[in-house]
């Protein structure tokens, strides 16, 4: 059974940082694209950071610089280093896993960035 939890949210203040976690199991976490996707009240779900399986990163352009994705294989967890976070990033985040089974999301884990 896929299952994908994410931990490490909370409420920040304007410019700190956050490092987002997502435990992986039931599934050959070496073999999957990871992703972080967030939601914002009242917006549509988008995608932030990806990681594919041979290294390449990908982010959205507004949290380049910002955030940074990373995985540990032997720990099947894929992190979310955010720095620098502003009111926007606040949002719900969900770890999501891509490989040759199909995709599985993780619950979410909330970040607010209020002062």
């Known amino acids: 059974q896929v299952q994908l939890v994410e931990s490490g949210g909370g409420l920040v203040q304007p410019g700190g940082s956050l490092r987002l976690s997502c435990a992986a199991s039931?599934?050959?976490?070496?073999?999957?694209?990871m992703r972080w996707f967030r939601q914002a009240p009242g917006k549509e779900r988008e995608l932030v950071a990806s990681?594919?399986?041979?290294?390449?990163?990908n982010y959205k352009d507004s949290v380049k610089g910002r955030f940074t994705i990373s995985r540990d294989n032997a720990k099947k967890t894929v992190y979310l280093q955010m720095d620098i976070l502003n009111p926007e990033d606040t949002a719900v985040y969900y770890c999501?896993?891509?490989?040759?089974w199909g995709m599985g999301w993780g619950k979410e884990t909330l970040v607010t960035v209020s002062s």
């Open positions: 999501n896993a891509r490989g040759p």
């Open positions: 039931g599934f050959t976490f070496s073999r999957c694209d």
């Open positions: 990681l594919s399986i041979d290294g390449r990163t």
